[in-house]
């Protein structure tokens, strides 16, 4: 049996489950009244690996769906966290791996929309909340890989910018929230992948900063948010990969330091 532990850090109850055997992807979820519950993907041996949930007790542990039944597995990643709701990527063996949501109950959890119809997959990923939304990447079958949005409904999902227009897709990654902003990075087809912000439309996403000017991309990678700036790694040609920063704006988005002189990278 995979065991379950409780784990108490500052006052506040945790869960650490321990990856052995089938179970993987663990979500830990804000606290519940005093508890916190956690979706994971585990394998029962019977049902295949699919979309459980645990409040650290065995009674409270269980399969939540059977989204691909019998002994076939849905797979549930990408899991996150939006509102009262769990937003997942899971494949029913009809749709491929699309944009699946739960509350936590059998009822409750449903495919949102198949957007890549067919049994193809849309890969939704990188998913972040934005002014009541969620962003994140997916592929529908015709504008490769591009910013999407959703509500929660399957008319409310829809594609939110080509960014790079035909097939080839901007691919955006990494999407992180800062305040009412989304930043991501994205290869537009004309400067390369950079650093994007969006507001959660399509009028409000647009390229922040070409910071290695030209089609040459700068890296852009790790991105967190510390105190309202986005600091991430970025290569701006001159001074190799570095410590970057910033505050939604042109003129503050800047290196904060070049931490390695010269062309070579500090990280």
């Known amino acids: 049996m995979n065991p379950v532990f409780r784990l108490i850090i500052f006052g506040l109850p945790l869960l650490l489950l321990i990856a052995c055997g089938d179970i993987y992807h663990t979500e830990l979820e804000e606290p519940t009244e005093g508890i916190t519950a956690g979706f994971f993907q585990a394998s ?22 059977d989204i691909n ?18 937003l997942f990527a899971g494949n029913d063996g009809v749709t491929g791996f699309e944009l699946w949501c739960s ?6 959890t449903r495919l949102i929309k198949d957007i890549y119809p067919g049994p193809d997959s849309a890969y939704p990923l990188f998913m972040v909340r934005c002014r009541g939304q969620v962003l994140f990447a997916a592929d529908d079958g015709d504008f490769g890989k591009e ?14 910018l080509d960014i790079n227009r035909g097939r080839e897709g901007a ?15 994205a290869d537009d087809g004309i400067h390369g992948r950079e650093l994007w912000v969006s507001d959660g439309t399509a009028k409000g996403t647009r390229l922040l900063k070409d910071i290695n000017r030209g089609r ?14 986005l600091f ?9 990969r570095e410590l970057w920063v910033s505050d939604g704006t042109l003129d503050g988005t800047r290196m904060v330091r070049d931490i390695n002189p010269g062309s070579s990278p500090s990280t």
Request: aromatic share 12%; proline share 3%.
């Open 44 to 65: 029962d041996g019977v049902s295949g690996k699919e979309l459980w949930r645990t409040d650290g007790t065995a009674k409270g542990t269980f399969r939540v769906s």
């Open 69 to 86: 039944p019998g002994s076939d597995s849905a797979r549930p990643i990408n899991l996150f966290r939006s509102e009262d709701a769990l």
């Open 103 to 108: 509350d936590g109950t059998e009822q409750g």
């Open 147 to 160: 910013l999407w949005v959703s509500d929660g409904t399957d008319q409310g999902t829809t594609l939110l």
């Open 171 to 185: 691919r955006p990654y990494y999407l992180t929230r800062v305040g009412d902003l989304v930043f991501f990075s």
């Open 216 to 229: 040459d991309s700068s890296f852009l990678a790790h991105f967190s948010e510390v105190d309202g700036l």
């Open 232 to 240: 991430f790694r970025a290569d701006d040609g001159r001074h190799g």
